[in-house]
Every structure is written in C-alpha cells, then in structure tokens.
C-alpha cells in the first residue's frame, strides 16, 4: 500500500490593524497577528485505491502558526470545533462523496486572528436510513417526551459495567413526575421535531422558552440553586443533525449503534452540555437516546421520547360524598365514625404524650371536634393527648379528603391529619403506605407539611413538600389531597403545592383510614416549651369524596 497522502495549505495571513493606546498595549502585551499559518490534513485511509479515504469518514487536522494561543475549526457541514493545539480528529459523516469548505482561524492575543479556508473531499460509508425513516417519517415528524412511562428520564453510570450502563440504574423518574411543580413541568412542554431538507436531517426544539437545566449547569440560564430548574432559555433555531457509528462503551446488542450530532449546541430538551446522543432503540412511535454528561463523563442520561404529546390522566371527579363528620352533635365523638388508640410508648418518633379516650382530651362542643394536648402527669407521661382512627368502620381507596382545621400552639406541638395503609398490621410501616395531608409544628408555625410515606422514601427521606400560610393557628384552613391511581396531590384552601405520580405497585392502591391527633415532641415536634400547657386542634369537618 502507498503511503497515505498529504494534503497541505498554506494560507496569506490576514492581519487586522489594531489602533490603540498604551493602556490597551499594557493590558495585552504585543498584540501581534498569528503568521504563517498552515493545515495539514490526512484522510484516514487514503491510498491510490480510495483517494477519498477508507469510507470511515475521518480526517486529521494539524494547523500550525507563529504567535498562535489556539485554533477554531469551522465546517460547512454547520459544526465547529475549538483546539489548543492545532489539532483535530473529525468525522464527516454525510453518506457518500463530499466536498465540505473548511475554514481554519488561528487566535493570537488581543482577538487578532488569521484564517484560511480550503476545499476537502471526503468518502463516508456510514448511514441509517432506518432511523431517518423513524425520526422523521420521511418527511417530518414530532416527538415529546414519554411521560407515562418510568424512566422516561434517567442516570447511570459510563462505565465498563455492562449490566449497568445501558439505562438508569442511579435514577429512574416516575410516571408524570415533573408535572406537579414549575421548577420541572417546562420539561414536558417539550416538542422535538426531525424533518428532511434534502438528504440532510434538521432539528428543531421547541419548549417555549424555557428549558429544564440539570443543577450543575444552572449557570449557563442565568440561575443557581442545589436542584434542577425549569429556566428562561431561547433554545430555538433550526439545527443539522449528523450520524455517525455510536462509539460509547455500551455492549453493542443493548444499542442501535448510531449516534446523533445536532450542530450550533443543539440539545434534546434536558440541558446536560451535551450535543450528541446515542439511539438506544427507536421505533416509528418511540425512541431511547443515552447521552454522556457534559463536564462529567461518570455519568450517562438516558431519555425516552413518544411520538404522542405527554398528556397527564386527569384525577377522577371527585364529587360524591362518601363520609362526613361536621361535629354537630356535642359531647363524645360519634363512636359510628371514631375510636381511639390509647397509650403511650413513643409511637415510633419518640413522642412523649399518653393518648388517652377522654373527654378532656377528645370532644365536640359548639359544633368542633377539639383535641386538646395537656401537660398532665398520666401512667408516667407527662403529657396527655388524644388520637382518633376510622379503623374498621371507614376505610377506602381514592378519594377527595379534606379537613377544615384550625391548628394549636406552642413549641413542641405536632397536630396531625392523615390517612394509613388498612394493612399495617401485617404490612408493616412503611410498606402499607402513609398520606400526611397536614402536618404542623409548633417550633415552626405557618409551614404546613404534606407527606407521603413508602417503601424507599420514610421518615427523613419521605416524599414531601411544605408551604407557608398566615394564621394557621387563629383562623380555620382547608387541608386537602387528592388521591387518585396515577397521583397523590397537596393542597391548602385549594393551591397545589405537592404532587406524587402514582404507580401500580406502590402502597396507594389500597385502603386507608383517617387519622386525627396532637402528639408532643418526637422527631419532628422537637423541643416542648417548658411554659406549655395545653393547646387545642379544632376540626371543624372531615370529608372524603369519590
């Protein structure tokens, strides 16, 4: 075989006159123009059989200059690339023979620069008309995200573990899961769309204008924070899709084996700093792309799109009234609806009250159940309280349910409304499930805690949010959640401040029971105010609706 072909060109510097003061000579030094500037380039594969090269597509660059600090290549394919040392590797991947214009500028100090252009000719033998076929539908075609489906978006590791590298196996996003706050619903907002200019594939994002950043590259939208955030972000312009052979480490019968360039930083939806995404899989209805974090190439994002717009089941109307108690009826509570659980013990957060079944701690009067917390001395507790159930005389699976409730005071106080998985007995906690609909603290009044409870999300870790209201303590306050098979969502007086995508398989497709109570101190009451002596939760009504 020949020796491989060089072709070399040599380019005129063109020197741009700087007028400048001393003070601009100061800042920059010698403000000198990069000379001699000359590329060489190989075509990989190239002999007197395949003056073109070996069909791979690849050609090294070498420029070199005098007074150069670095180099940019700019390619008439709608890509560019930056290198310190003159140096490139590209691959051009256009099927067939091409002859792209390449443009070489050597930067020098102060932003003088030199340039030179030349014509390069080049054979690629790698295409996918498949994919184009799927991507664009032979013309063109919309893709969103796949909402509905678990792992729509997800993390694992890049690495040589082959049983862990071709899908999240650190994180796997739940049906629907960004929809329930703004911080994360803009991603579902995405439409993604292929199409055919010719035999060259385009791309255009469409998110209006705001995208969803991965935390560590909030800056580059102009924010900051610990967590992913929806941004104001123009990600608009059409691109230039290129593909090429998928080089990731990834065992080639769990990939497709192309990889998708989109030009000009394009990206799809999820900002990770990364332009290229390797096709997992892709049908003419749905497509997986796995994609190297920018910055971190520890980490690999996987994304599944539908052709389908990502529409959220609605929760069911809720509007058939299936319990109330509006506490009418002054004396005990109504023991059709209401028992006790009596004792002490910590009830697995180290409170410290003794729930007792009396009427001083649990009664109706002027039209309100009132459970009062006191500071008495009772079967060596110093605190008494009391703690209602609908066990075994109202249990249920969906539903509306709402308390109107006004809340007591005082450091250690922990009211509490919520429901518990019916099958805690022998599903133990926090298997059979927990639905927090409002949780209060006395240290810290006005925050309104809704929570959800399961297996891999418990106690410290739970899944939850909380809100700050006024005069949670002096004025009545709608605590809601709505509970149907595909979520779990928060409110107070009707605004939305958590949401759970539910799944098949979690606790929350069975029954519950209503809880209502007051414990003192614990985990989460914290410190009791050594002043304390009693407080009152009022609860003007419990209502559930299905």
């Given at each position: 075989?020949k020796?491989?072909i060089?072709?070399?060109?040599?380019?005129?510097a063109?020197?741009?006159?700087?007028?400048g003061?001393?003070?601009d000579e100061?800042?920059f030094?010698?403000?000198?123009?990069?000379?001699n500037?000359?590329?060489?380039?190989e075509?990989v594969g190239?002999?007197a059989?395949?003056?073109?090269g070996?069909g791979s597509?690849f050609?090294?660059f070498?420029a070199?200059a005098?007074d150069?600090?670095?180099?940019k290549?700019?390619?008439?394919?709608?890509t560019?690339?930056i290198?310190g040392?003159?140096?490139?590797?590209k691959?051009f991947?256009?099927p067939?023979l091409?002859?792209y214009t390449?443009t070489v500028?050597?930067?020098?100090?102060?932003?003088?620069?030199?340039?030179?252009?030349?014509?390069?000719?080049v054979?690629?033998?790698f295409k996918d008309?498949?994919?184009?076929?799927?991507?664009t539908?032979?013309?063109?075609?919309?893709?969103?995200?796949?909402?509905s489906e678990l792992g729509?978006?997800?993390?694992?590791?890049?690495s040589?573990n082959?049983a862990q590298?071709y899908?999240g196996?650190?994180?796997?996003?739940?049906?629907f899961?960004?929809?329930?706050?703004?911080d994360?619903?803009?991603?579902y907002?995405?439409?993604?769309?292929?199409?055919?200019d010719?035999?060259?594939?385009?791309?255009q994002?469409?998110n209006g204008?705001r995208?969803f950043?991965?935390t560590?590259?909030l800056?580059?939208?102009?924010?900051?924070?610990?967590s992913?955030?929806?941004?104001?972000?123009?990600a608009?312009g059409?691109k230039?899709?290129?593909l090429?052979?998928?080089?990731?480490?990834?065992?080639?019968n769990?990939k497709?084996?192309?990889a998708?360039?989109?030009?000009d930083g394009g990206?799809?939806?999820y900002?990770?700093q990364?332009?290229?995404y390797e096709?997992m899989?892709?049908?003419?209805?749905r497509?997986?792309v796995?994609?190297v974090?920018?910055?971190?190439?520890?980490l690999a994002w996987?994304h599944?799109?539908?052709?389908?717009?990502?529409?959220?089941?609605?929760?069911d109307?809720?509007?058939n009234?299936?319990?109330e108690d509006?506490?009418?009826?002054?004396?005990?509570?109504?023991?059709t609806k209401?028992s006790?659980?009596?004792?002490?013990?910590?009830?697995?957060?180290?409170?410290?009250?003794?729930?007792t079944?009396?009427?001083?701690n649990?009664?109706?009067?002027?039209?309100m159940?009132?459970i009062t917390a006191?500071?008495?001395?009772?079967?060596?507790?110093e605190f008494?309280s009391?703690?209602?159930?609908?066990e075994?005389k109202f249990e249920f699976?969906y539903g509306k349910?709402?308390?109107?409730a006004k809340?007591p005071?005082?450091?250690?106080?922990?009211p509490a409304?919520w429901?518990?998985?019916q099958n805690?007995?022998?599903?133990?906690?926090?298997?059979?499930?927990?639905?927090?609909?409002?949780?209060h603290?006395g240290?810290?009044?006005?925050?309104?805690?809704?929570t959800?409870?399961y297996?891999g999300?418990s106690?410290g870790t739970?899944?939850?949010?909380?809100?700050?209201?006024t005069?949670?303590?002096t004025?009545?306050h709608?605590?809601?959640a709505?509970w149907?098979s595909?979520?779990?969502?928060?409110y107070?007086?009707g605004?939305?401040?958590h949401?759970?995508?539910?799944?098949a398989g979690?606790?929350?497709?069975?029954?519950f029971?209503?809880?209502?109570?007051?414990a003192?101190?614990g985990?989460?009451g914290g410190t009791?105010d050594?002043?304390f002596?009693?407080?009152?939760?009022?609860?003007?009504?419990?209502r559930?609706?299905q």
């Amino acid at each position: 075989m020949k020796k491989l072909i060089q072709k070399t060109a040599y380019a005129l510097a063109f020197i741009f006159a700087f007028a400048g003061c001393q003070d601009d000579e100061h800042n920059f030094g010698n403000v000198n123009a990069p000379g001699n500037l000359q590329v060489a380039t190989e075509i990989v594969g190239q002999d007197a059989d395949n003056p073109n090269g070996d069909g791979s597509g690849f050609v090294n660059f070498t420029a070199t200059a005098t007074d150069a600090i670095s180099y940019k290549y700019i390619f008439s394919d709608d890509t560019n690339a930056i290198s310190g040392s003159g140096e490139l590797s590209k691959r051009f991947t256009q099927p067939g023979l091409h002859t792209y214009t390449v443009t070489v500028l050597a930067n020098g100090t102060g932003g003088v620069s030199t340039s030179t252009s030349f014509e390069i000719t080049v054979q690629s033998n790698f295409k996918d008309d498949e994919a184009v076929q799927f991507l664009t539908g032979g013309s063109s075609k919309k893709w969103y995200w796949a909402a509905s489906e678990l792992g729509h978006l997800g993390v694992g590791p890049n690495s040589d573990n082959a049983a862990q590298n071709y899908f999240g196996f650190y994180y796997q996003a739940q049906p629907f899961e960004k929809a329930g706050s703004p911080d994360s619903s803009c991603l579902y907002d995405n439409e993604l769309t292929f199409s055919l200019d010719g035999t060259t594939l385009k791309y255009q994002l469409d998110n209006g204008g705001r995208t969803f950043f991965n935390t560590a590259f909030l800056s580059v939208g102009g924010g900051s924070g610990s967590s992913d955030l929806c941004l104001n972000y123009d990600a608009s312009g059409v691109k230039t899709v290129t593909l090429s052979p998928s080089e990731s480490i990834v065992p080639a019968n769990l990939k497709r084996g192309t990889a998708m360039t989109f030009s000009d930083g394009g990206f799809m939806g999820y900002y990770i700093q990364q332009s290229t995404y390797e096709i997992m899989s892709i049908t003419e209805n749905r497509m997986v792309v796995r994609a190297v974090m920018g910055g971190n190439e520890a980490l690999a994002w996987y994304h599944t799109f539908s052709t389908q717009p990502p529409t959220q089941p609605s929760d069911d109307t809720f509007d058939n009234l299936v319990f109330e108690d509006n506490f009418d009826v002054a004396g005990a509570p109504d023991p059709t609806k209401w028992s006790y659980n009596i004792g002490a013990g910590g009830w697995g957060n180290n409170e410290v009250q003794y729930y007792t079944n009396s009427t001083d701690n649990a009664i109706v009067a002027d039209g309100m159940l009132k459970i009062t917390a006191k500071r008495q001395n009772l079967s060596g507790s110093e605190f008494t309280s009391a703690r209602l159930v609908s066990e075994n005389k109202f249990e249920f699976t969906y539903g509306k349910i709402e308390f109107r409730a006004k809340l007591p005071t005082g450091g250690g106080t922990w009211p509490a409304l919520w429901a518990l998985g019916q099958n805690y007995a022998t599903n133990t906690w926090p298997a059979c499930g927990e639905i927090d609909v409002m949780e209060h603290k006395g240290n810290n009044p006005n925050v309104i805690y809704g929570t959800l409870h399961y297996p891999g999300a418990s106690g410290g870790t739970a899944n939850g949010n909380n809100t700050t209201i006024t005069n949670a303590t002096t004025d009545f306050h709608i605590y809601s959640a709505v509970w149907s098979s595909t979520s779990i969502k928060f409110y107070v007086d009707g605004n939305l401040y958590h949401s759970y995508a539910n799944v098949a398989g979690s606790p929350f497709n069975a029954d519950f029971f209503l809880i209502m109570n007051v414990a003192m101190g614990g985990n989460f009451g914290g410190t009791i105010d050594p002043a304390f002596t009693q407080s009152t939760m009022e609860v003007d009504y419990v209502r559930v609706y299905q």
